[in-house]
RNA sequence: CGGGCUGUAGCGCAGUUUGGUAGCGCGACUGGUUUGGGACCAGUAGGUCGCCGGUUCAAAUCCGGCCAGCCCGACCA
């Protein structure tokens, strides 16, 4: 090796010492500027026609991503520059607790996918893009990585000795999504961080998860984004927990409910409450069943029957359950104000999904039309759940199972089987939080970050194992985390824009500062322009030079659109060493002379 | 997967009802005049009207099929 190496240099090609004399001697060359006329920038005068959300419009209009199928998009040059941005502050921060990054593939074969058991259903649901090579054979284009993830461990750790490893990659992710929308945020193709910690035992994925949650709040709070962590639905892995990092947003996708008090908050698919108890019902009193022609709603049942409560009815809903090997009708019951949660359905049935039954399944469950549905007479092949908000309600009002009847003072348990109790409400704002009792408060949220314990589920299948301190093979205790790389951005424009456009938080916009002269032609403005560009770089600022050739005004207006944080203009003051001073955020404007410009700059980003 | 809407120049749109051989604004290009809030004047280029088929002397326009995109639904017993 080391005489190899020494003997190629020796003895260099004539070609090849050639091409060295060609290349430009580094110091020959000018100093780096960040012109902005060499950087493709293509900025809109009209939101596109195609974009709901303030960040998609903003986004798209910037010129920042175009476009090229609905959910995949390009980042022109000044996105990209974000995106790393954020992606260096999530390296910093996980490196920091002892995170490795690596970089697994994209593409995927079949049988990694089959050796966790995911293939069929990531296939079946029609979220993964799969493909075949030349041979036929099947591959796909990872959506999330945990079996490359857990296949690479597996075959490099094999004791507990070289335990616990936590690996990361930032990588484009692929998930054919039912609807994708909202540009960045909900995309085909987007670019996530995923870590994946293994650990001998509990204790120790406990331990890693809480860095990661440490690490997490580090990497949002340098964004400068307001972010809440909450409680998450953990699906049908089950676990220990999961929590969601939600960016508070009203055009988010979430519903997010917490207690200032208590400090209590949950995704809605989670979250619980207390609940003022139903009206007394009472002795229980004789069934009766009642014609009630086409009366089907809880609404127009408190018309039909006066006094009667829509907490004092107990509503059954028909749901088609889908498990890995069988499918079923299951009765729900809820009371009549309060609303089932389908994710809690699903995790208390243990189920793959569930949905609505139709018309005809309702009726061939029931043996009524739609809207008639009860607990009394119900066929016994039908399993029956009820939430726990209707435990020990007596004289309950409920559908006959007969087309054009209802019941009336039902009493579970004495006049139908007993149901299984679950806890299956969606919890509202308004209604108690489980911690204080005071009522709980709603947000939308954008979830930007998702942290996960595992556990055992993905190296039990796949029989990724480790030798114990008693040479027995144990299989790795796992857990999971994500941020969405390119989401976040769009989720920071989200929560940060003005009539004039994106106001970026200074950490992740595409440069901190822009010195602009506003006309290039100028020589005192040029001159001034570059000594600013150049005092502010050595001060360490991320400063780009707007040399581009527009008018004074298409030139402000471009530059708040772009929204960098804090912008200088060189204009006619230049020559007595006067400029412009504007602060995005508030859009703070001020002459200042340019013996200032650097404090100012340096005060204005927080330095 | 259902329901609705849209597809005409790089972007935003009109024209479709009542068929007659394609237009507006922005942008781009050339020349000139400009230079503090997306400048002005003159000129130029750019479109298989999403695709395929049908009706017709004639189709952006009417009919059929397909494709793409967007919005809504997925709390109703």
């Not at 994925?205 to 998450?232: P, S, W």
């Not at 005809?360 to 066929?379: H, Q, R």
Request: proline share 5%.
């Amino acid at each position: 090796m080391r005489s190899d190496r020494a003997s190629v240099k020796g003895r260099a090609p004539h070609a090849l010492r050639r091409l060295r004399k060609c290349a430009t001697s580094l110091a020959t060359l000018p100093a780096l500027r960040m012109r902005l006329s060499q950087i493709l920038i293509s900025t809109l005068r009209d939101d596109p026609a195609d974009a709901e959300i303030p960040s998609h419009k903003l986004l798209a209009r910037a010129g920042l991503i175009v476009k090229i199928a609905a959910g995949v998009y390009t980042f022109a040059p000044l996105m990209w520059r974000t995106v790393k941005k954020f992606a260096q502050i999530v390296r910093e921060e996980l490196d920091r607790e002892g995170a490795n990054e690596v970089m697994l593939p994209i593409m995927q074969p079949k049988e990694l996918w089959v050796s966790s058991g995911r293939w069929d259903r990531y296939v079946n649901d029609g979220i993964m893009f799969t493909l075949k090579d030349r041979k036929g054979s099947d591959m796909c284009l990872g959506p999330t990585h945990e079996e490359v993830m857990t296949a690479y461990v597996n075959a490099q750790v094999n004791s507990y000795k070289q335990l616990p490893v936590n690996c990361y990659q930032i990588q484009d992710k692929f998930r054919d999504e039912i609807r994708p929308r909202f540009g960045l945020m909900r995309g085909r193709e987007f670019i996530m961080m995923d870590a994946y910690s293994f650990d001998a035992d509990q204790p120790g994925l406990d331990a890693a998860y809480q860095k990661m949650r440490n690490a997490y709040c580090r990497i949002f709070e340098r964004c400068g984004l307001a972010y809440t962590v909450v409680q998450a639905d953990s699906g049908a892995i089950g676990g220990a927990g999961s929590e969601e990092f939600m960016v508070i947003a009203d055009s988010g996708e979430d519903s997010i409910l917490f207690c200032r008090e208590s400090g209590y908050a949950a995704n809605v698919e989670k979250a619980v409450s207390k609940l003022p108890p139903a009206p007394a019902g009472g002795e229980p009193k004789p069934l009766q069943t009642i014609a009630t022609p086409d009366v089907k709603t809880v609404a127009q049942l408190e018309a039909f029957f006066p006094g009667w409560t829509a907490a004092r009815m107990a509503k059954t809903v028909l749901y088609h359950v889908t498990w890995k090997a069988k499918a079923k009708v299951v009765a729900v019951m809820m009371r009549g104000d309060l609303e089932i949660n389908e994710v809690k359905l699903t995790n208390a049935l243990d189920a793959l999904a569930v949905r609505l039954a139709t018309d005809d399944e309702i009726k061939a469950a029931t043996g009524a039309d739609v809207g008639f549905a009860g607990p009394v007479n119900l066929p016994e092949d039908v399993p029956l759940l009820a939430d726990e908000s209707l435990q020990g309600v007596t004289n309950l009002l409920t559908g006959g199972n007969k087309t054009g009847y209802h019941c009336l003072d039902v009493n579970l348990g004495r006049d139908c089987r007993m149901p299984s109790w679950k806890e299956l409400r969606t919890a509202r704002a308004g209604e108690g939080c489980p911690v204080s009792g005071k009522p709980l408060e709603q947000a939308r949220g954008i979830e930007v970050g998702h942290i996960f314990k595992l556990g055992i589920k993905y190296s039990k299948a796949m029989g990724a194992t480790f030798m114990d301190q008693g040479g027995k093979p144990v299989p790795f205790v796992m857990g999971c985390y994500g941020i969405g790389v390119s989401r976040t951005p769009a989720a920071a424009v989200e929560q940060s824009f003005d009539d004039k456009g994106i106001v970026w938080p200074p950490a992740i916009a595409p440069f901190e500062c822009v010195v602009a002269m506003l006309d290039p032609k100028r020589d005192e403005q040029v001159a001034l322009a570059d000594a600013l560009y150049a005092e502010l770089k050595a001060a360490g600022v991320d400063v780009c030079l707007d040399d581009r050739a527009m008018s004074p005004g298409a030139k402000f207006k471009d530059n708040e659109l772009l929204g960098f944080p804090v912008q200088v203009f060189v204009g006619r003051k230049a020559a007595e060493g006067g400029v412009e001073f504007l602060v995005r955020k508030g859009m703070q404007k001020s002459e200042c002379a340019a013996a200032e410009v650097k404090a100012k700059v340096l005060a204005a980003l927080g330095r």
